[in-house]
């Protein structure tokens, strides 16, 4: 929309008004204008400086600053690290925040929320392609939010006592109302729209930086200087504003509008159909200033429409409609509503559920009249095909809702039948992991049945007509819209989901929310269990499975039972990482550095925390059974850890390796998994190619031990530290070595010379002369695939190291390795040679392809462009040089890695 690009002209052309400041120094002198009234639950009535936190516009900077852990699933407990030194820097400042969440559905917005969605799978494609061609870091400008940022920002502030809130119906306008009705100073955010309203102060998110000298920088917009840099009118601006477009009056709607501005260069209007542009804001500006008046806003849109042939009328209204918009927000606006329109409550800190109805406490603030009419604005959303809730349970969603307690799908379906699922780090492109969307989709099913009540209407209609066989069985079914983005999709789409009774008995939501009694509490376990297809005797054993380790079990649970998703290597790699010490380590997990990141790791980071997500919000479906400090992401997951213990189980690991020779943890692990698939059917998916591994970039030579031992991991005999660890003992152990020794060699595909290279002359066995020359065959049936350390792998199955290998291929005559047949990853037919030649230590660069062969250069060696990181506080940036990469630029990066073989 057009107002969002008046942000950057602000930057850009009003530079005088963006001025830099320190936010701690500002409230050390903070003095209120006069006494604050304390009230109870009141945010803004301690004296201190208080600021509202819009926290859709900097993600990023509350998650730490745009540093490239994200891409691994999120590094949660240095967030919460971070978090803690903010907000204890401002309390030591005199300095108050107040968090606001987005948690409305905002139907109005749907087509910005869609444009928003494509440019982020945009965004998610180049990030897979850079990770699959290089295994590294993205390039900053290619953040995205790790999956489940949202909620974990929220229990990571309420756990530090930070006041937070949740929009219900338009986020911008609640924000600034929000700040409005507790008299706070300011707004801290990065949406222009918030010029428009005036807020007290407005501060930028995207600046804001906490360095190590004790300041919190940032930059401030001063209302006053940009008026006067655009010379006009204040009392012009919502008018202004409604012609850059917005959600109402959109920017196809002003084509005409914007056709008739003078062009700077000729002066003669423009012809054709530009976007918004510096040029264009000038002249709406220009032309909003020369207006003779501004109070009959009918005859400003008839002016501004007058070269519209249709629906000049329905423009000219929603034109009033956009303008009203904007007077909204604005103080005058605020002030000629009345108190019954304003009404947000203030949000202390509530307890959970279990309230009995009609209890208050000290905490209870909302007045019948508040209530009444957030309830019905609710009423007023609801769509009519859904089951009606109870006041009760109305209110309690409500009032959990607006305080950020609950996730928002709840709020959201109770009253309006619709969710949004946005995009994350998957690629729609195979068919190797399926979509989070599909996955979870039966979870959300029964999720939805649950909430709506579905089985306590049909027992009730079975109970009222058990006397009279031929009444007729009504349909007890829900319709929920999901809003997704899918491949190829351009438009904003909604798939139905139906709802229907579950066959399991369910306590009503009444029950689960509500509920007293003494077996209330195990029947929300049961629930919250059944749902996630869980409910199993070890599940409920904390010698198997620890509370806080509950929500992950049940969700690595659920997608063994979905079909052939994780390796069994993979699954090891998730429990060895949550019993891991370094976990909780943040120094030391800042220090680790990947050797490789793999694009299967990153996503299957992110289809876990989806689960994660969805198993949040049956939890409070059901009523929280588990609370909320055992579901906290930072308990059980680092994007980083797991990355490298999935590493480590990729090359054959053993599991007491992989465990950092601790056998606590090994035990630790064989129990979980003993719970996991407890009475389960194991099938677990086909690796890519067993045995084979390539080497990583950044290591000397395939096999090398990788480069970084942590703190306290013991280190392997010879070499400087750092540079070698035991087998057992350190963080990543030996990752063995590549099936194609370093004599030289090519390697022949349907046979063509795809590839070929010289030997390693480094003597690695003894200090004999070269190892003889080696040649691999893949792809021929009854051979077996050489392992890398001296043997083969048996072609019918046998035993590695002990331990019972699956066959490769069946008794059918068939050859079908591990991975064949899933995707676009199946091999092909013809065979595939790799014939290692002897020859002179140099490398030696591939001869041109014939045929259908593809040449690869491989004659220099990959260079890992990740620079010392920039660090402070809040706004680390690492791989620098990737800093604004384009798409063209990451193409011609691409194109030009060469990887290297040689030692």
């Known amino acids: 929309m057009g107002i969002k690009e008046f942000q950057e002209f602000l930057e850009t052309e009003c530079s005088s008004a963006c001025v830099s400041v320190d936010l701690l120094k500002i409230s050390r002198t903070f003095v209120p204008k006069r006494r604050p009234i304390a009230r109870l639950g009141q945010v803004g009535t301690n004296g201190r400086f208080c600021v509202v936190v819009d926290a859709e516009s900097c ?22 690290a971070f978090l803690a030194n903010l907000v204890q820097a401002c309390h030591s400042a005199n300095m108050e925040l107040v968090v606001f969440f987005n948690g409305a559905l905002e139907n109005q917005k749907i087509n910005e929320w869609m444009s928003q969605q494509l440019t982020q799978r945009d965004k998610v494609r180049y990030v897979l392609r850079h990770i699959a061609n290089k295994g590294t ?20 502030l309420r756990q530090l006592s930070v006041t937070i809130a949740c929009s219900m119906d338009d986020h911008h306008q609640e924000v600034i109302r929000f700040c409005r009705e507790h008299n706070l100073q300011g707004i801290i955010a990065q949406e222009s729209i918030y010029t428009i309203f005036d807020p007290p102060r ?39 504003a409604a012609l850059l477009g917005n959600h109402i009056l959109t920017d196809e709607d002003l084509v005409q509008f914007r056709e008739l501005m003078p062009n700077s260069d000729t002066g003669k209007p423009r012809r054709n159909r530009e976007k918004l542009d510096v040029e264009m804001i000038k002249a709406t500006c220009d032309y909003v200033r020369n207006l003779p008046a501004v109070d009959n806003l009918d005859v400003v849109g008839n002016d501004v429409f007058k070269l519209a042939k249709t629906n000049k009328t329905d423009l000219v209204e929603r034109f009033k409609q956009s303008v009203q918009y904007f007077v909204n927000g604005t103080q005058d606006g605020y002030y000629k509503k009345g108190p019954h329109q304003r009404g947000r409550p203030p949000l202390p800190h509530q307890p959970g559920y279990g309230m009995p109805p009609g209890h208050h406490n000290a905490h209870s603030y909302q007045d019948a009249r508040t209530q009444g009419n957030a309830m019905g604005d609710a009423q007023s959303k609801r769509s009519p095909g859904l089951p009606q809730p109870t006041s009760e349970i109305l209110r309690v969603a409500i009032d959990r809702h607006q305080k950020g307690l609950m996730h928002p799908h709840i709020y959201q379906v109770l009253t309006q039948g619709e969710v949004k699922l946005p995009v994350i780090l998957e690629d729609d492109t195979t068919r ?11 979870l959300r099913q029964t999720i939805y049945s649950v909430l709506l009540n579905l089985n306590k209407q049909k027992i009730v209609h079975e109970i009222q007509n058990k006397d009279k066989p031929n009444v007729p069985q009504p349909d007890f079914s829900a319709q929920v819209k999901e809003w997704v983005v899918r491949r190829g999709s351009g438009r904003p789409t909604y798939e139905v989901v139906t709802a229907r009774p579950v066959e399991w008995k369910t306590p009503s939501v009444q029950r689960m929310w509500l509920g007293q009694q003494d077996g209330d509490k195990d029947r929300r376990l049961r629930a919250f269990l059944t749902i996630m297809m869980s409910d199993t005797s070890l599940m409920l054993n904390t010698n198997y499975v620890p509370q806080h380790l509950l929500v992950m079990c ?6 063994m039972q979905y079909g052939r998703i994780l390796q069994r290597q993979e699954l090891e790699a998730f429990l060895a990482m949550s019993v891991s010490p370094l976990l909780h380590d943040v120094q030391t997990m800042q220090d680790l550095k990947l050797p490789n990141i793999l694009p299967r790791g990153s996503q299957l980071a992110s289809l876990f925390m989806s689960g994660i997500e969805t198993a949040t919000v049956a939890n409070d479906v059901c009523g929280a059974p588990i609370p909320w400090t055992m579901i906290c992401p930072w308990l059980y997951l680092d994007g980083k850890l797991f990355h490298y213990k999935l590493l480590k189980a990729n090359n054959n690991t053993p599991l007491i390796d992989m465990c950092d020779g601790q056998m606590e943890q090994v035990l630790r692990v064989e129990r979980m998994r003993q719970a996991i698939l407890e009475n389960l059917r194991v099938d677990f998916a086909k690796p890519l190619l067993p045995g084979f591994y390539y080497p990583y970039p950044n290591m000397p030579y395939p096999g090398a031990p990788l480069p970084y031992a942590p703190a306290g991991a013991s280190r392997g005999r010879g070499g400087p530290p750092g540079r070698q660890m035991g087998r057992g003992r350190g963080i990543l152990g030996n990752y063995g070595r590549s099936p194609v020794e370093a004599q030289g060699g090519q390697l022949e595909i349907a046979g063509v010379v795809v590839g070929q290279w010289g030997p390693n002359t480094s003597n690695r066995r003894g200090r004999g002369g070269q190892m003889p020359p080696q040649v691999m065959s893949v792809g021929q049936r009854g051979r077996g695939l050489y392992n890398g350390r001296g043997g083969f792998l048996p072609g019918r199955g046998g035993l590695i190291r002990g331990r019972p290998v699956a066959p490769l291929y069946s008794g059918r005559g068939a050859y079908r390795p591990g991975y064949y047949g899933r995707g676009r990853g199946s091999p092909s037919k013809r065979p595939v040679r790799i014939v290692a030649r002897p020859g002179r230590g140099r490398t030696v660069k591939a001869a041109p392809a014939k045929g259908r062969g593809v040449t690869v250069d491989v004659s220099s060696t990959m260079k890992s462009k990740t620079n010392e990181q920039d660090y402070d506080e809040v706004d680390e940036e690492v791989n620098g040089g990737y800093s604004g990469a384009s798409e063209d630029e990451e193409e011609e990066e691409t194109s030009n890695a060469t990887v290297s073989v040689n030692a």
């Open 202 to 240: 407005y501060f930028s998110s995207n600046n804001l930086k906490l360095t190590y000298k004790g300041s919190l920088e940032t930059k401030e917009y001063i209302m006053d200087e940009i008026a006067k840099c655009m010379n006009l009118n204040p009392n012009r601006f919502c008018i202004f």
């Open 554 to 559: 049940c969700v690595l649970r659920y997608m």
């Open 432 to 442: 190797e992991l399926p979509s989070y969307i599909d996955l979870y989709r039966p």
């Open 137 to 156: 870091p993205p390039p900053k400008v290619w953040w995205n939010q790790p999956v489940f940022l949202k909620e974990a920002l929220k229990m990571a």
């Open 59 to 80: 993600l990023d900077r509350l998650y730490g600053g745009y540093f490239s852990d994200w891409v691994c699933g999120g590094q949660w407990n240095r967030m919460t």
